[in-house]
């Protein structure tokens, strides 16, 4: 048998036609489409529709599907009250998570597997996530449930729910590209954990909720937030190198850096380093921006290593007024369309996922009577 590949490195794990990651050229494609291209003239929205349609959508499609989301955003009364019950303190991830959960219990498709009653539950569960992620924030503040207006695109319906006012028009774009850059990105762990529940047949909700609990560990989502603690723990410019210096002496890893797949600078990092740098400075706090750019040069210079979609996005999403804490959460909001493309994906063409291991464990051992050990 051959030898396993730590990390299932390099193994082709399954076929796809949502996403092509090259991480030799530092390309990522959406159905064929460049990210970069989509950044400058997509919307999250519009991303979400081609990712599962398999097409942009037409004007009239996209204002139907726009309208589909808005309906559905609302929490109930019911979903208000249970969050009125969760610690202040509790993770955001996981709150995310048993919100997930819970609403899989009252979903009226929950027992239809069918494509349509998949899309229906789809689109709930993208209308609600920055909903769910909005009003947990309120409500570990002690301030009141703010509802959506039903004309708000997602980005702009995210920052309403979170900060109570509707933000400018740039900010909800700044966040409408950050979000379409999360949307989706091939055989991540997240969304091969959805896909491996998907496989046994298992119901959408069950998918994703595999996908949140997976997207929580800091090599994965969490890493965004550990990039902003780095930043405010550095705290001023002009001492990024030392720090550095001294993390990677005692051997730490250095969030927002290194790709399995990227060799080069991941694409989506070069987009949210300019917007980074635009929104820094309009916020009157260009540091996090300067810092960040100096650190990106210093770990290039120790470790040949580049940035990846974390790094820059940490102080993008700071900028935007985003609690660190939450930035996790704002993943998932981004990558939940993508997570649900690959559910589809895999249903419509399924097997099982089962690899194999390779055995390194003893063989062969006689039992040993319990009052002889
Ligand atoms: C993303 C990540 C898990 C990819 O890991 P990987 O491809 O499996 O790479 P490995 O873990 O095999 O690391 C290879 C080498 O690079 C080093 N390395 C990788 N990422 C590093 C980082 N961020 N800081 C310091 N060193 C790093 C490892 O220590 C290792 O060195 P060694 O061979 O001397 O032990 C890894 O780069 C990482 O932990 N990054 C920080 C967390 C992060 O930003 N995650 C978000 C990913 S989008």
């Known amino acids: 048998m051959a030898a396993a590949q730590r990390g299932l490195r390099g193994t082709v794990a399954g076929k796809s036609e949502l996403s092509l990651v090259d991480g030799e050229k530092g390309r990522l494609l959406y159905r ?29 499609e996209l204002d139907r599907f726009r309208g589909d989301l808005a309906r559905e955003r609302p929490l109930t009364k019911a979903q208000q009250d249970l969050m009125g019950t969760f610690p202040p303190d509790a993770l955001p991830m996981e709150v995310l998570r048993t919100m997930v959960s819970h609403k ?8 239809d597997p069918s494509r349509e009653a998949n899309l229906r539950k789809a689109v709930r569960l993208v209308a609600q996530f920055p909903a769910i992620v909005g009003a947990f924030h309120r409500h570990r503040n002690g301030r009141p449930y703010v509802a959506p207006e039903p004309g708000m695109d997602q980005a702009t319906a995210f920052l309403t729910m979170l900060h109570g006012a509707p933000p400018t028009a740039q900010a909800a774009r700044a966040l409408d590209v950050c979000l379409l850059l999360h949307v989706d990105h091939e055989f991540n762990a997240s969304t091969f954990a959805a896909r491996v529940t998907a496989a046994t047949l298992s119901d959408l909700y069950s998918a994703i909720v595999s996908a949140i609990g997976t997207l929580k560990g800091p090599l994965h989502g969490g890493a965004n937030e550990n990039v902003m603690r780095m930043l405010q723990a550095i705290g001023e410019p002009g001492k990024e190198e030392a720090y550095v210096r001294a993390a990677l002496e005692r051997r730490e890893r250095i969030p927002g850096f290194g790709h399995p797949v990227y060799r080069t600078m991941d694409p989506r ?53 985003i609690p660190p804490d939450l930035f996790s959460t704002f993943f998932a909001c981004g990558r939940v369309p993508g997570w649900i493309g690959h559910v589809l994906e895999q249903y419509a063409d399924n097997r099982l996922i089962r690899p194999v291991a390779e055995y390194v464990g003893p063989r062969d051992l006689a039992y040993v009577p319990i009052a002889d050990r």
Do not use: C
């Open 269 to 321: 990092a070069i987009i949210l380093k300019e917007m980074s740098r635009r929104l820094t400075e309009e916020m009157g706090e260009p540091r996090w921006y300067a810092m960040s750019a100096r650190i990106e040069e210093v770990m290039m210079r120790e470790k040949k290593l580049h940035a990846n979609v974390d790094f820059y996005s940490a102080s993008t999403l700071y900028a935007l007024g």
């Open 32 to 60: 064929g489409y460049d990210i970069a291209d989509l950044a400058r003239h997509a919307s999250f929205e519009e991303t979400t529709y081609l990712l599962w349609q398999g097409k942009l959508p037409t004007r009239a």
């Open 104 to 111: 899989a219990l009252f979903d009226p498709d929950r027992e």
